[in-house]
């Protein structure tokens, strides 16, 4: 077979089908590049063009043929997987969040369009009609005595009579009639309170009511001057100069909606010097320890113990007895994490009925934290006892039964033949396993949020923080369900210092799994 | 291993042996027993509210006194929670993002396995790499990234299964590339080299020769794919904005927020109904998911 894997040659349509197929694509990101560039959304854009030369280079030449195969798959990678990760490093030196959710181009559109009612903007002169539903019209006329109608939501137009269902007009210049309205007297107009509130018309063209005889039309109040980079206030003169993502003046008045912005480690000292968020986020790291060392500690032992037990071929039923000590590993956890949820709830829960009917107790398991994180630690050992009996089940048969043999003629008894000879041979093929499990718990959003959301709530906490939560579910409480606004750049920030314990638990598995492959070799 | 004692008597050993033997086994039921209670106990009792007409926590036995389909015909006729609609959603999802991974990740599989290029060494580590860093990591630049590319292409953006689905294949690459590169290493490539005299093209090995061998374990991995992406919880819970384009996971989770003791028997059917096929799945092919795992599949 062709080892190098260098394309066969291909026929004159085979390559020109290529080279269309390839432009079809290069096409479709440089247009979608070009928009999200309009945007202002720039990583994206270098993330396109990356993925664009990577997928050209993979086509067009021939000693990248074995990546052809790859290339969706990598592509796909690359976009939803890799580049989130380094996406995560940029948010969380950036201050997205609630007020600076918009990319700067996108936000100075925004404060563009909001308008002020000026003292002296073009007037009108008004009269206003309700329908029966409740809606109202507005007939407005300018200096010159030119007449137009309005609504709420629609483009203001100039009118003549009988356009629109406009009636006569009297001589005045006011419509006598206009289809599916009355005219409201002056008195009455200027008694309806929800008159004076309405904007009528839309976009650039907005009239509301002033005094009972002006209406007047709404100017731009903020104009962007890139030259000074700042927002111009035309109504007072006051100048708002851009300071890490939003306009302020310098006497500290901000327009809303703020940009993101690169803001340095502003989140990260945010948490170092707030005793607010601080406090908290120590005891969530503490714990964010000790659950998933707890955790997997109970779950192995449990699960080798039923290995050893059931791993016999002479007990009747083995087969039997797995398959129902499987059943939790067989439910999509998230469905049982809340079944327990629902059995330990200390109202109405199954397990509290029995226990206050049996013992007279009547444990609060949501309220109290150790009691939480007691059922916590229970509640997982469920979800993850069968993976290491199914694990431990397979190498415990694969440890040579002669090594026993030799160690009996030696004189050991069971516990030092299981000290000596089973665990640490387990421990080779297990051992990586408990420590991807400990990353896998380290990271257990499911359990934490599904079961209680983190509660009970850590009191004087700055942020949404309970006394279960681990960092991950932290930041997603930061992120997502901030009761102060979602704070996505500190979310980013505190997930950066989990990529950090994550690459450093990588670490010592990566060497634990060479040194026990040496201790292997040495057996 | 139970050791034998060294006994001067023949007679009196074979009975103290017989007498261990039999002691252990029944201990070991004992301890079998208890355990299968504390293994099975949730499951008998979210099957037993799904079937108890009175639909709260606080009025429940095991035996539902007066069984009924009630809770079912609930979650079926709901305006507010429409189930039937997340179930559909979910099983859309999950096929579609399954078949999908399963394709790109095989060919790419396929090549890892057969070719012989610079860089495939490494290349196989980076895929390694970005399987320790779950993309429950990046959940923050995940909604930022697919918010982005909604402003353009709303098909694509927040709220849309496509978005979602694009966001599983990203992730599906670096988690069963292994497994399955391992897969198509067992494939002797004698086979595929006397294709190649015959004058077969990579991709009709790859279609014709290969693709039927490997596909009963094609099954096991898509299986595997299938009931994690199923359970997915924390992407499709930010992408996902509202009632309609839920998944089961995130409906469901709808029912325990609040009121939950009094929407308990409705939840309890909705589970059941959720995790029945999984359950079914997983004892079923018990033996084809062990193997697998232990090749180094995760249960997500």
């Not at chain 1, 309005?150 to 939501?153: C, N, P, T």
């Not at chain 1, 009455?188 to 004076?196: E, F, M, R, S, Y």
């Given at each position: 077979?062709?080892?190098?894997?260098s394309?066969?040659?291909?026929?004159?349509?085979a390559?020109?089908?290529?080279?269309?197929?390839?432009?079809?694509?290069?096409?479709?990101?440089?247009?979608?590049g070009?928009?999200?560039?309009?945007?202002?959304n720039?990583?994206?854009?270098?993330?396109?063009?990356?993925v664009?030369?990577?997928?050209?280079?993979?086509f067009?030449?021939?000693r990248?043929?074995?990546?052809?195969?790859?290339?969706p798959?990598?592509a796909?990678?690359?976009?939803?997987?890799?580049?989130?990760?380094?996406?995560?490093?940029?948010?969380?030196?950036t201050?997205?969040?609630?007020?600076?959710?918009?990319?700067?181009?996108?936000?100075?559109?925004?404060?563009?369009?909001?308008?002020?009612?000026?003292?002296g903007?073009?007037?009108?002169?008004w009269t206003?009609?309700?329908s029966?539903?409740?809606?109202y019209?507005?007939?407005?006329?300018?200096?010159?005595?030119?007449?137009?109608l309005?609504?709420?939501?629609q483009?203001?137009?100039q009118?003549?009579?009988?356009?629109?269902?406009?009636?006569e007009l009297d001589?005045?210049g006011?419509?006598?009639?206009?289809?599916?309205?009355?005219r409201l007297n002056?008195l009455?107009?200027?008694?309806?309170?929800?008159?004076?509130e309405i904007?009528f018309?839309?976009?650039?063209?907005?009239?509301?009511?002033?005094?009972p005889?002006?209406?007047?039309?709404?100017?731009?109040?903020y104009?962007?001057?890139?030259?000074?980079?700042a927002?111009?206030?035309?109504?007072?003169?006051?100048?708002?100069?851009?300071?890490?993502?939003?306009?302020?003046?310098?006497?500290?008045?901000?327009?809303?909606?703020?940009?993101?912005?690169?803001?340095?480690?502003?989140n990260?000292?945010d948490?170092?010097?707030?005793?607010?968020?601080?406090?908290?986020?120590?005891?969530?790291?503490?714990?964010?320890?000790?659950?998933?060392?707890?955790?997997v500690?109970?779950?192995?032992?449990?699960?080798?113990?039923?290995?050893?037990?059931?791993?016999?071929?002479?007990f009747?039923?083995?087969r039997?007895?797995?398959s129902?000590?499987l059943?939790?590993?067989t439910i999509?956890?998230?469905?049982?994490?809340?079944i327990?949820?629902?059995?330990?709830?200390p109202?109405?829960g199954?397990i509290?009925r029995?226990?206050?009917?049996?013992?007279?107790?009547?444990p609060?398991w949501f309220?109290?934290?150790?009691l939480?994180?007691?059922a916590?630690?229970?509640?997982?050992l469920?979800?993850?006892?069968p993976?290491?009996?199914?694990?431990?089940?397979?190498a415990?048969?694969?440890?040579p039964?002669?090594i026993?043999?030799?160690?009996?003629?030696?004189?050991t008894?069971i516990w030092?033949s299981?000290?000596?000879i089973?665990?640490?041979l387990?421990?080779?093929?297990?051992?990586?396993?408990l420590?991807?499990?400990?990353?896998y718990?380290?990271?257990?959003?499911?359990?934490?949020y599904?079961f209680?959301?983190?509660?009970?709530p850590i009191?004087?906490?700055?942020?949404?923080?309970?006394?279960?939560?681990?960092?991950?579910?932290y930041?997603?409480?930061?992120?997502?369900?901030?009761?102060?606004?979602?704070?996505?750049?500190l979310?980013?920030?505190?997930?950066l210092l989990?990529?950090?314990?994550?690459?450093?638990?990588?670490?010592?598995?990566f060497?634990?799994?060479?040194?026990w492959?040496?201790?292997?070799?040495?057996? | 291993?139970s050791?034998?004692?060294?006994?001067?008597s023949a007679?009196?050993?074979?009975t103290?042996l017989?007498?261990?033997?039999r002691?252990?086994?029944?201990?070991?039921?004992?301890?079998?027993v208890i355990?299968?209670?504390?293994?099975?106990f949730?499951?008998?009792?979210?099957?037993?509210?799904?079937?108890?007409?009175?639909?709260?926590?606080?009025?429940?036995?095991l035996?539902?006194?007066n069984?009924?389909?009630?809770n079912?015909?609930?979650?079926?006729?709901?305006?507010?929670?429409?189930?039937?609609l997340?179930m559909?959603?979910?099983i859309?999802?999950?096929?579609?993002?399954?078949i999908?991974?399963l394709?790109?990740t095989?060919i790419?599989?396929?090549?890892f396995?057969?070719f012989r290029?610079?860089?495939?060494?490494?290349?196989?580590?980076i895929?390694?790499l970005f399987?320790?860093f779950?993309?429950?990591?990046?959940?923050?630049?995940?909604f930022?990234?697919?918010?982005?590319?909604?402003?353009v292409i709303?098909?694509?953006g927040?709220?849309?299964?496509?978005?979602?689905?694009?966001?599983?294949l990203g992730g599906?690459?670096?988690i069963?590339?292994?497994?399955l590169?391992?897969?198509?290493?067992?494939?002797?490539?004698?086979?595929?080299?006397?294709?190649?005299v015959?004058?077969?093209?990579?991709?009709q090995?790859?279609?014709?020769?290969?693709?039927?061998?490997?596909?009963?374990?094609?099954?096991?991995?898509?299986i595997?794919?299938?009931?994690?992406?199923?359970?997915?919880?924390?992407?499709?819970?930010?992408?996902?904005?509202?009632?309609e384009?839920?998944?089961?996971?995130?409906?469901?989770?709808?029912y325990?927020?609040?009121?939950?003791?009094q929407?308990?028997?409705?939840?309890?059917a909705?589970?059941?109904?959720?995790?029945?096929?999984?359950?079914?799945?997983y004892?079923?092919?018990?033996d084809?998911?062990?193997?697998?795992?232990?090749?180094?599949a995760?249960?997500?």
């Open positions: 077979m062709n080892v190098t894997g394309a066969k040659s291909t026929t004159p349509v390559y020109i089908l290529r080279l269309l197929s390839l432009l079809i694509i290069d096409g479709f990101l440089v247009w979608f070009y928009r999200q560039a309009l945007l202002g720039y990583t994206l854009v270098v993330l396109l063009a990356i664009g030369m990577f997928i050209s280079a993979v067009l030449f021939n990248a043929y074995p990546l052809r195969w790859m290339a798959g990598l796909l990678m690359i976009m939803f997987s890799v580049y989130p990760n380094f996406l995560t490093i940029y948010v969380g030196f201050n997205y969040g609630d007020g600076h959710l918009l990319t700067k181009e996108q936000s100075i559109i925004q404060i563009e369009k909001a308008r002020y009612l000026p003292e903007g073009s007037a009108y002169t206003a009609f309700k029966d539903a409740g809606e019209a507005l007939w407005l006329l300018d200096e010159t005595g030119v007449g137009y309005a609504f709420e939501g483009p203001i137009t009118v003549q009579p009988g356009e629109m269902g406009v009636g001589s005045k006011i419509p006598q009639s206009i289809t599916g309205y009355q002056a009455l107009a200027v008694a309806d309170p929800n008159l004076g904007k018309g839309a976009d650039e063209n907005i009239v509301q009511i002033q005094s005889s002006r209406a007047a039309a709404y100017e731009q109040k104009v962007y001057d890139p030259e000074q980079d927002m111009i206030d035309q109504e007072t003169g006051k100048i708002y100069f851009q300071v890490d993502g939003t306009f302020r003046t310098v006497d500290g008045k901000v327009i809303i909606p703020g940009y993101q912005a690169y803001i340095g480690i502003q990260f000292k948490f170092i010097v707030s005793p607010a968020l601080r406090g908290p986020l120590v005891r969530i790291i503490v714990w964010n320890f000790i659950f998933p060392l707890l955790s500690f109970l779950q192995f032992s449990l699960g080798l113990g039923i290995a050893l037990l059931y791993n016999d071929p002479k009747p039923g083995k039997l007895v797995r129902l000590l059943i939790p590993y999509p956890s998230l469905i049982t994490i809340l327990w949820r629902g059995m330990l709830n109202e109405v199954v509290n029995m226990l206050s009917s049996l013992f007279g107790a009547n609060a309220a109290d934290p150790w939480a994180k007691f916590l630690i229970v509640v997982n469920w979800l993850g006892y993976y290491y009996m199914l694990v431990c089940s397979g415990l048969q694969s440890i039964s002669e026993y043999g030799a160690a009996k003629v030696d004189g008894n030092q299981f000290r000596f089973t665990l640490p387990l421990l080779v093929s297990v051992g990586p396993l420590l991807a499990s400990y990353i718990n380290f990271n257990n959003f499911n359990l934490i599904l209680l959301q983190g509660g009970p009191s004087g906490a700055a942020t949404r923080a309970g006394h279960t939560d681990i960092m991950i579910s930041v997603y409480n930061l992120a997502f369900e901030g009761g102060r606004g979602q704070n996505f750049g979310a980013a920030a505190v997930t989990i990529f950090l314990v994550v690459i450093g638990i990588s670490l010592i598995q060497r634990y799994t060479r040194m492959e040496e201790v292997s070799e040495n057996v | 291993m050791d034998p004692k060294t006994s001067s007679n009196s050993l074979f103290s017989k007498f261990q033997r002691a252990g086994i029944v201990i070991r039921w004992i301890i079998a355990l299968i209670i504390f293994a099975v949730p499951v008998l009792w979210i099957i037993s509210a799904a079937f108890n007409p009175s639909s709260s926590l606080a009025t429940q036995h035996i539902p006194e069984a009924s389909l009630a079912f015909r609930t979650l079926f006729n709901s305006d507010v929670f429409p189930f039937p997340w559909w959603n979910s859309k999802v999950t096929s579609i993002s399954t999908l991974a394709f790109v095989t790419a599989a396929f090549a396995s057969r290029f610079s860089g495939r060494q490494n290349l196989m580590k895929m390694l399987q320790v779950p993309s429950l990591l990046s959940i923050v630049a995940i930022y990234l697919i918010n982005q590319v909604g402003d709303p098909f694509f927040l709220d849309t299964h496509a978005g979602l689905i694009l966001v599983y599906a690459m670096s069963n590339i292994w497994l590169k391992g897969f198509f290493d067992t494939i002797p490539r004698d086979i595929d080299e006397s294709a190649m015959d004058g077969a093209t990579h991709w090995i790859f279609t014709r020769l290969l693709f039927p061998l490997m596909r009963p374990m094609l099954v096991v991995v898509a595997l794919s299938f009931i994690g992406t199923f359970g997915d919880f924390i992407l499709a819970r930010i992408l996902l904005r509202s009632t384009s839920y998944t089961l996971m995130v409906g469901l989770q709808i325990t927020a609040g009121m939950f003791s929407k308990w028997g409705v939840f309890a909705g589970a059941l109904l959720g995790a029945l096929p999984i359950m079914i799945v004892l079923v092919l018990q084809q998911i062990i193997g697998g795992l232990t090749q180094g995760v249960k997500g």
